[in-house]
């Protein structure tokens, strides 16, 4: 299969992660009260977006790997 | 439970979804050039990703709610339904019964089964899979947007109509590969979804030990003894001892044995994905892949229920309570979403419960689309037409397919008795269905007969002990007893379930052997090679690594299993 699917969640992840990180940092500390003070938003989404930077890291690094010697199998 | 407001941050993230989800089977549309391609992906998808979409098929929206219902009504013995359940089966399929399915080059479950015994045993096969995976499809959806409907004020036709046609999208464009890949996506969704909500609901409550203490109350308000909601075998020497009626035996043999062996070794659903890896190795190491997340799925759905029903007894009004004074089960995982995230957050978690419906949905579709093209059409209604007809036919299914999903979540909401009445029907249909294929893959004298009447046997078991028992407080009719008289009482639904699932898979073993022994052979020893366990070769691994070797994956799988077991004992 040429879709390496690790590039697409890759990509969704870490705009997710971006997204909420942002969102964590300019909302309002009262909508955290819900969740026990902590601001979810932005740890979670600062793991969501380590977790897409590492998979984008691995499909790209592959697509390296394929396009110095051909016929080399990845994904 | 008070109505939850989605804010703009909640709306973009469900839309950057959709648009991956529909992007992915765009880009994968090129792939598409032959019905191969279409129903079976080429066989060609990598190992890890054909495990988890095996895992991710199975992971509908009704698991996630389902299973928290039952963590907040039955407590820590719900993981028996992946501890005992699921893991074994899966181990099982892959080690022993994927050589099968996969070296046959059957392209379905129906056709192994056409292979092995003869054509009306495929027939009768392909023809209840095929109405089963429509309802199953359309029952969900009728559920999501009811859920949707109550928990965010969204109207359930705009739910239905856009769950349908998003989905309805995707495996059009793409087919099986575009639903894997989504399946897969899906699957890292609803576990990064739902951790955040775990992670606090289990800070909340004081961690393992304090969300313990917090269940005795529950235990012990219901009459049973302190430890009856958070440990999972303890309780399980007398039906009368525990939350869900079922003794250890009923247990083992009926939900271990017989329902959890004949969903994950003959369905169609998830065989499918397995059956579109790329080499025989693959194949077989997809359950077991997949074994591996599914042990620790009892943390992300599980547990929720527990926390939600702690929180509801300690704190009070959780849970909205129904007229009879139980509370709504069903609402567990919903009503922690509104509880513990804030906007941001919660967008996220509800858009794991759409991707969690979303790969159920594509799982029975991509199995109807197939089953109907390849089983049905093929086989009986236009037989020796042009692949590329076959190609448009499986499109064609996939539209057809979502529709009777559609009009079947309209007609759950108008006849919900029908559709009740029909998923006893199918259980009937199921529970049989593992002895065949055990005969069938292990005895090499089985015949056709054999097989076809032993189902019909086993179905007419089901059918004679649900009429005959009753669990206990129910009224004869759809909960058993119908035969009018009721010869046992059981004290759960559930342990009825498991018995009538034992006794359909023992009459069906019983009279496929019999039949078998008094009728001739329809298969020889040549025909059957590659289908029947002592007339195959045995397959040699010894060149992987230990740890890629699927016998050694699979004591290692039921290994982590064990000790699982012990620690929640």
């Known amino acids: 299969m040429n879709l390496d699917l690790r590039l697409p969640m890759g990509l969704m992840f870490s705009i997710f992660g971006a997204m909420l990180a942002v969102y964590g940092i300019v909302s309002s500390r009262a909508i955290y009260d819900r969740s026990l003070g902590i601001n979810v938003n932005l740890w979670w989404g600062l793991v969501l977006l380590g977790f897409g930077l590492v998979m984008l890291g691995f499909a790209l690094r592959a697509r390296e790997a394929q396009r110095a010697g051909p016929g080399s199998p990845t994904g | 439970m008070q109505q939850i407001h989605l804010g703009a941050i909640d709306y973009s993230i469900l839309i950057v979804y959709f648009a991956f989800v529909l992007g992915i089977g765009w880009v994968l549309r090129r792939y598409v050039k032959n019905s191969e391609d279409f129903f079976l992906s080429g066989r060609s998808i990598p190992t890890w990703i054909a495990g988890l979409a095996f895992l991710s098929a199975n992971l509908g929206a009704q698991e996630v709610i389902g299973m928290a219902a039952s963590g ?38 129906p056709e192994y089964l056409r292979l092995r015994f003869d054509e009306k045993t495929r027939g009768l096969n392909a023809i209840t899979f095929a109405v089963m995976t429509v309802f199953s499809s359309g029952i ?93 075998w303890r309780h399980l020497g007398a039906a009368g001892d525990n939350p869900m009626g079922v003794e250890w035996f009923g247990m083992a043999m009926g939900l271990g044995f017989v329902l959890s062996f004949g969903y994950w070794c003959t369905d169609f659903l998830v065989i499918q994905r397995a059956m579109a890896a790329k080499s025989m190795t693959a194949a077989r190491r ?38 009879d004074g139980t509370p709504n089960y069903n609402l ?38 197939t089953v109907w093209t390849y089983d049905i059409y093929q086989s009986y209604i236009r037989p020796g037409q042009t692949d590329a007809h076959y190609l448009r036919m499986g499109h064609a299914a996939t539209v057809i397919g979502i529709g009777l999903s559609v009009a079947a979540a309209y007609a759950t909401t108008r006849f919900n008795n029908i559709m009740d009445m029909l998923q006893l029907v199918f259980a009937f249909v199921n529970a049989p269905l593992f002895a065949t294929f055990l005969l069938g893959m292990f005895w090499r004298r089985s015949t056709g007969h054999g097989a076809f009447f032993g189902l019909l046997t086993g179905t007419g078991a089901a059918a004679i002990h649900h009429g005959l028992t009753l669990p206990q407080g129910a009224v004869p009719g ?80 039921l290994g982590l299993t064990l000790v699982l077991n012990v620690i929640f004992w």
């Open chain 2, 140 to 232: 969900s959806m009728y559920a999501l947007a009811k859920l949707l409907e109550l928990v965010l004020g969204w109207n359930f036709h705009a739910s239905v109509v856009l769950s349908g046609v998003i989905v309805l999208a995707y495996i059009f464009l793409g087919g099986l590969t575009s639903a894997i890949y989504n399946e897969v996506l899906q699957f890292f969704l609803i576990v990064l979804g739902f951790l955040p909500l775990v992670l606090l609901g289990l800070k909340d409550v004081g961690g393992w030990s304090g969300l313990k203490e917090k269940l005795v109350p529950v235990a012990t308000g219901a009459g049973y003894a302190p430890g009856a909601w958070s440990s999972a």
């Open chain 2, 478 to 557: 759809l909960k058993g007893g119908f035969l009018g008289t009721v010869l046992h009482t059981y004290p759960s639904e559930m342990a009825q379930n498991f018995w009538t699932a034992i006794v359909a898979w023992s009459a069906c073993f019983a009279a496929t052997i019999v039949i078998s022994l008094v009728t001739r052979r329809n298969k020889s020893d040549e025909e059957l090679k590659g289908l029947v366990y002592s007339l195959t070769p045995r397959l040699r691994d010894h060149d992987l690594v230990w740890y890629k070797r699927p016998a050694a994956l699979g004591v290692v799988v």
């Open chain 2, 332 to 369: 567990a995982v919903p009503a922690l979403l509104a509880h513990y995230l804030p906007s941001g957050l919660l967008g996220l978690g509800l858009t794991a419960l759409m991707a969690s419906f979303m790969s159920g949905m594509a799982g029975n579709v991509t199995a109807f689309n």
């Open chain 2, 286 to 323: 997809t359950p077991l892949i997949a074994a591996i997340p599914k042990m620790l799925f009892p943390a992300l759905v599980i547990l929720p229920g527990m926390i939600a029903i702690a929180l509801h007894s300690s704190r009070g009004g959780l849970l909205p309570v129904g007229a």
């Open chain 2, 72 to 109: 907040a009504k039955y407590g820590m013995m719900t993981s028996h339904f992946y501890w005992v359940g699921a893991i074994p089966a899966m181990v099982f399929v892959g080690i022993f019964m994927m050589p099968f399915y996969y070296g046959s080059r059957a392209r379905s479950v």
